[in-house]
């Protein structure tokens, strides 16, 4: 139960850094280990890679570079490249003798039945020659990777930054999975600077049931009901999306019938989320200039209904589109999705 509260709270702490007009594309220093795509990059549900990876023996170790990716019995993972970069975005600088250390990792949950829980914050860490660890700085890259409940089906794709000396060498990310029973490792190495000669991807493709503008969905008595969905560049005279991007504006209400007052949150329990994996948390900016923003400032009390609006900076015109909420954030098998288009 604290764990998946910790999680999201974790994951809270970056939704604020990556809302606004923030330019998403980190200053590089030219050293890459492996380029992203350019489907990625469209943000398109184009899949990349191929679906092959040798299964995991029961060693509880597995060492692995840049591109390759490791199977366990429920879940997949890939690191798709890594990059250093001394600044991200306009005001993210890395301090004066560091750099940021980029490492875009996908995660899949290969189950058909089963809810899993993953944290980049929790899980990894990085590792250097010298044997000294870094573990993730709260700075948004633009493409922060969001862990917590992954449904059957369900990949998470995004970054973890990392803030090393520039010197640092040897450079290693390890998954620690101690803890988690429903791997068989232990943990996985990957060699930061050692890459494959392609890169593997993972294909997001949900198992579970996934609804329609107007579909109300029940769970715990709480009810959740997406009446519509707008697309929009620009919200009242002050605020517009990015170069190439758009808002997506959902028009929910929420329904309290468990008999007592109910706390429903925008950032923790709400996001927004394409078909390659790539989640959009809450635009703060933009939920300024809605005319009908969802009031999350009182708790919901029993038998009360609430109606309002959240906004979601989304690359333009990608699809497909879903919007997720999760029930709970401290029990797995709730997270739900509607599709937006």
Known sequence: MQRRKLIAALGAGLFAGCTGSESTTPTTDGTSATPTTA????GTDATTGS???????SASAKAIRVGERVDDEQMSMVVRGVEKTEQLGEFSKASSGNTFVVVRLAVKNTTTDAYLDFSGFLQTRLKDGSDY???????ASGRTFTGGQLVPGEVARGDLVYEVPKDASGLTLQFDFQAVSFLTLDRVSVDLESAASSADDLKQNLQ????SEGDAVSNG??????NGVEFTEQLGDLTS????KEFAVVDIATTNGTGKAQNISTALQMLAKDGRGRTYPMSVGAAASLDRSYDQTSALADGETRRGKVAYEVPKGVSP????FEFSLWTNGDKTFWKLR
């Open 39 to 42: 489907a990625e990059e469209a």
């Open 51 to 57: 679906e092959s990876a040798t299964e995991t023996d």
């Open 133 to 139: 660890t870094y573990d993730q700085t709260i700075t």
């Open 208 to 211: 579970v049931d996934v609804h």
């Open 221 to 226: 008595g709480v009810e959740v009901m997406v």
């Open 241 to 244: 999306a990015g170069e190439g």
């Open 321 to 324: 589109l879903y919007w997720a």
